[in-house]
């Protein structure tokens, strides 16, 4: 199996694991607004979740098309910067478990969570998602996507920090 064909392994199996985080997050929003939840910020949502396809397809695109090389110093160590990020997405999953949805719901009367990453910082599962689209694609090179990634979500972050942060307000 060539290096490009387990570079698409490594995608594809990047993109199953969103598949059963958006099934997370289905249930637990739906069950976040069936206790009164109220939602923030939908207009960034859509260009966010274009953003992540984007990520993957970008990728992709990049090491077939303009034929990025393998390079085993950075490959072997994007990938494990791609795991320890993966590692922290399901911790923050984990830490919150109900109240974790890919949408900004609060829930009245509902507590901030201070536990696990959040006892460090203040919104870990960003940090899993830099770590990741910066080193998801420098697994194989794929140096564009990660530079073009990285800047709108840099971009995207700083808008759905403020709407989540105005919205954790409520809670206190």
């Known amino acids: 199996m060539s290096s490009e064909q387990w570079f698409t392994l490594l995608i594809g199996l990047v993109a199953l694991e969103r598949v059963a985080e958006l099934v997370i997050s289905t249930r637990n929003a739906r069950a ?14 859509p260009p966010m979740v274009l953003l992540h396809l984007a990520l993957l397809a970008g990728a992709l695109a990049e090491v077939w098309w303009l034929d990025r090389s393998w390079e085993p110093a950075l ?18 999953i984990a830490v919150l478990g109900p109240a974790w949805n890919t949408r900004v719901i609060v829930v009245p009367g509902g507590e901030r969570v201070e536990g696990g990453p959040y006892r460090w ?3 870990p599962n960003y940090v899993a998602v830099v770590l990741e689209g910066l080193a998801l694609p420098l697994v194989h090179g794929a140096w564009v ?3 073009v990634f ?11 920090t403020r709407v989540e942060d105005r919205a954790l307000r409520q809670l206190t």
């Open 75 to 92: 490959g072997w160590s994007m990938l494990a910067v791609v795991l320890l990020a993966q590692g922290l997405r399901w911790w923050c």
């Open 32 to 45: 976040a607004l069936a206790r009164g939840g109220v939602e923030s910020g939908q207009g960034h949502y």
């Open 145 to 147: 996507t990660a530079v």
């Open 121 to 123: 910082l203040r919104h």
């Open 150 to 160: 990285t800047l709108l979500n840099a971009w995207l972050l700083t808008v759905r």
